[in-house]
């Protein structure tokens, strides 16, 4: 970078500082406050005052995120195997490449983690893992919808509200019992029920991750003199990098113990006594 770039980059930082600055003091006495902090944490957690009506049925708005994140990926799915599928060469392009090396992430970590019915564990993961990236990102867009009061909110990622994320983790934890069940039968289920603790671990640190996003965020967003550029930059890196790691770690921890459980249990021989 030559130095007149490193001055007009500068300078560029300065005036949007400046610009912020005069915002927040013109703005201050603008807005009133009609939720306390503690309130608005509140409500970010149980949804218990945004909740909207979902065919005329009272719902969280995470349970609606989910829906439509659900409808977003099974319609790409369609459109890519439908058009793009039978389009692919030997050599990929630009969107081959982006499609192949995303489902082969999922496809090695299914078969570096576990050696037996690695298929459709890879089938399961990829398809977990891109729930909670999208789902993740999903909240980012900033979809509207009004609340039963009357109110705007922007829909939330699905994986904010705990029902969402125990669903997801009790998922996975079928799934390692499936896995058990199939190669050693009632072995298996015996290996599976001793992480019983697995579910609720799972469930809890990916809801934990994401709400602790979701609140910093309501946190910055509810003082005024912090609302500006700010908001952007901590949104958008909390949740890119929580769709990243979350996404990872539930589907390392599923493959990981789906592998444990799967393993053949090794019959021990019993010696034969030699009679004398």
Known sequence: MTKKQKIRTLTIFFVVIIISIVGIIFTNGLYQKHETIKEVMKDAVLHEESKIYFFGVEANPSVVSGFVVTCILLLFALIVRIFAFPKFK??????QLLIETWVDTFRKLAEGNSSHLNRFLGAYVFAVGSYIFVGTCFELFGIQAVTIKGNSIALPAPQSDINGAISLGVLSYLVILSGGIAKNKLKGVGLTLKEFSLPISMSFRLFGALLSGALVTELVYYYIALSFVLPVIVGLLFTLLHALIQAYVLCMLTTVFY?????????KKKEKKKKR
């Not at 030997?90 to 969107?95: D, E, I, L, Q, T």
């Not at 592998?259 to 019959?267: A, D, H, L, N, Q």
């Open 259 to 267: 592998g444990e459980v799967s393993e053949p249990v090794k019959k």
């Open 90 to 95: 030997k050599v990929p392009g630009k969107f």
